[in-house]
């Protein structure tokens, strides 16, 4: 009898977690933490913080071997004459990242036009998977001598792994990957698997702090983690909006650093590489911006008619001519990576030259120089791309000519290729002569 009495105990304890099969359990979206995400764990989320995906530039590399940052051009009608002392090479200035979040979406109606759609809290919760919402703090050195955010979370590693093409790991919980509108749905548009389509992708920056300002010759005297620093700036601010952007006209656009946002609208993507497919195979989702190869010396007047002198990113797309703002020109990519089906690409012709990039692209991408491309690596000797998932693909021979700044802007040449579906994790070559 005892028995009996101890086993129902047990079972009324269990009854709550016997039936919990919940919208979550059944594929649909959620911001909280349910018991199920602890062991769902297939997504490994990566963000990189350069042009190239494998491989990218060593900081000696940049600007054409000399390792300097880029300097806007100073003068009547363009950036006041910035104070330039004691600058250092582009791999010496520290750089500290506080990233709120990454989210991703499948809802690709609601995303038209850049966000402007989301109106509230209500929308934005309907439209974002909240895929990991626990703030990282990435840091090139440390910022105070006791332990802090960074030093705690292992960011000054991260920060290394962000810059040179590993990738940073970001604690996330896995998205959904029912397919939207069931089984029905999936056969009609002749799918052979079935799963959930992503078109949006977002790095929410609350703060990007670059080691090198200067007002009036001063070093700048700024905070990142509430901890003091000197001699650096948030370029949050410059970057959220286009040099040129009215106030008016600020109230009705989403800052461009929260979230930096990529869209496959852009892409155009008809062979989708924002797939999450069901079932149990790991992937990786990895997502970058043009940070690393793209840092350049900027100036603006302050309110006080000084100079500040900083480290914000090229004009790229946007030119700025000493406005406050100075945003527009970092752009954003994401991609799902299945490692266990993935092959490896090399490439040869490459001429070694620090201007020239391999950009991968789908075939049908038309534009190759208004968005990152798919995948990308330095045109050296021996080039390769780690990770591709099958299909036909352009590999377009870019290079910095136009307007040195460190973001390719000609076409050279290209060729096609394609990743057969089998066999699996092969290395195939191509031949493209680059320069």
């Not at 548009?189 to 010759?217: C, K, M, P, Q």
């Not at 497919?277 to 989702?285: K, S, T, V």
């Not at 090229?314 to 945003?327: L, M, P, V």
Request: glycine share 8%.
């Amino acid at each position: 009898m005892k028995s009996y009495l101890l086993f129902v105990i047990i079972l009324l304890q269990f009854i709550p977690f016997l039936n919990c099969k919940t919208k979550v359990d059944l594929g649909d979206e959620t911001k909280l933490p349910v018991i199920s995400t602890l062991f769902n764990n297939r997504m490994l989320l990566l963000l990189k913080g350069t042009y190239a995906t494998d491989n990218p530039l060593d900081w000696s590399e940049l600007n054409n071997g000399t390792g300097d940052f880029y300097i806007d051009s100073q003068g009547e009608g363009l950036d006041p004459t910035m104070t330039l002392v004691n600058q250092p090479k582009a791999g010496s200035m520290p750089i500290f990242l506080d990233i709120g979040e990454v989210r991703i979406s499948s809802k690709f109606e609601k995303g038209y036009n850049e966000l402007t759609q989301i109106r509230d809290t209500v929308d934005s919760n309907k439209f974002w998977d909240y895929i990991a919402p626990n703030r990282q703090v990435f840091c090139t050195v440390t910022y105070s001598f006791d332990n802090n955010t960074c030093t705690e979370s292992n960011g000054i590693l991260k920060a290394y792994d962000f810059f040179n093409g590993i990738g940073a790991q970001f604690p996330s919980n896995d998205p959904s990957s029912e397919t939207v509108g069931g089984v029905e749905t999936a056969l009609s548009t002749g799918r052979y698997w079935y799963g959930r389509e992503y078109y949006y992708a977002g790095i929410y920056f609350r703060s990007l702090v670059t080691g090198y300002a200067l007002d009036a010759g001063v070093p700048v005297s700024g905070r990142f983690d509430n901890r003091p620093i000197i001699n650096a700036l948030n370029i949050v601010p410059r970057n959220n909006y286009a040099a040129g952007t009215t106030s008016s006209q600020k109230s009705s656009i989403v800052p461009k650093m929260f979230p930096a946002l990529y869209s496959q609208q852009l892409t155009q993507s008809i062979q989708s590489d924002m797939m999450i497919r069901d079932g149990f195979d790991p992937y990786i989702l990895e997502v970058r911006i043009n940070l690393k190869e793209n840092l350049m010396l900027h100036s603006y007047l302050t309110s006080r008619g000084t100079t500040v002198t900083y480290v914000g990113v090229s004009d790229i797309f946007f030119d700025h001519k000493g406005e406050g703002d100075a945003g527009g020109n970092i752009l954003t990519r994401a991609r799902i990576i299945y490692p266990e089906t993935a092959s490896s690409l090399t490439i040869s012709g490459g001429g070694n030259s620090l201007l020239h990039y391999y950009g991968i692209f789908r075939f049908h991408e038309n534009e190759f120089i208004n968005v990152l491309p798919l995948a990308a690596t330095p045109a050296k000797q021996g080039a390769k791309i780690k990770y591709l998932n099958p299909g036909t693909y352009r590999a377009v021979c870019l290079g910095d000519l136009t307007k040195r700044d460190g973001y390719p802007d000609t076409v050279v040449r290209e060729t096609t290729f394609t990743i057969p579906e089998y066999p699996f994790r092969e290395t195939y070559n191509i031949d493209l002569t680059c320069p």
